[in-house]
């Protein structure tokens, strides 16, 4: 060996002995990915999309099928993705004063008068604590002009003490 190897080795058994003494104090760990999930019974996530009535566009099905597609696209992978979830499906937002009008919960796009922005917001936050909620994508609208015998009546006048959200979506479907 030449005087250069002796002292590659030194510097080696050097740097081995530094490692030892390290390895007491030190954790390495390697990974790919880790996945966590909140595990509680409301939901993780709260996404407002749209509610597909051909009314709102127009009638124009290209610029309906170009705004839907993207829309169901990110519902799908909310739905897959793991977490718990509440998507809502406003009908026409208005930027009106919201508590004056009833609220009314369906599945299948057939709301299709218009909604405060302040009804979709007490929506949202009352969704975040309601485990009736959990798993479920409905539309929510305020319409005056449908005949009641269509919807059932869950409360008259929706304040802070009254749940009016948990009775509205206990009836609706889970995975939708």
């Not at 250069?4 to 104090?25: L, Y």
């Not at 922005?117 to 539309?139: G, P, Q, W, Y």
């Amino acid at each position: 060996r030449s005087d250069s190897g002796a002292e590659a080795e030194e510097q080696s058994k050097g740097r081995k002995g530094r490692r030892a003494k390290d390895s007491s104090s030190s954790f390495r760990l390697k990974m790919d990915w880790i996945k966590i999930l909140p595990g509680g019974p409301e939901p993780d996530v709260v996404l407002i999309s749209c509610s597909g009535n051909p009314e709102q566009s127009g009638g124009d099905e290209d610029q309906e099928a170009r705004y839907l597609k993207p829309k169901k696209a990110g519902e799908a992978h909310l739905r897959n993705s793991g977490l718990g979830y509440t998507i809502i499906r406003p009908s026409q937002l208005m930027d009106v004063p919201g508590g004056r009008e009833a609220l009314f919960f369906d599945q299948g796009s057939r709301l299709k008068a218009s909604i405060s922005c302040a009804d979709v917001a007490d929506v949202c936050l009352r969704c975040l604590h309601s485990s009736e909620a959990r798993n479920k994508t409905f539309d929510v609208s305020n319409e005056a002009d449908v005949g009641s015998s269509e919807f059932e009546l869950i409360a008259h006048v929706p304040d802070r003490n009254t749940d009016y959200l948990s009775a509205a979506v206990s009836s609706l479907e889970k995975n939708t």
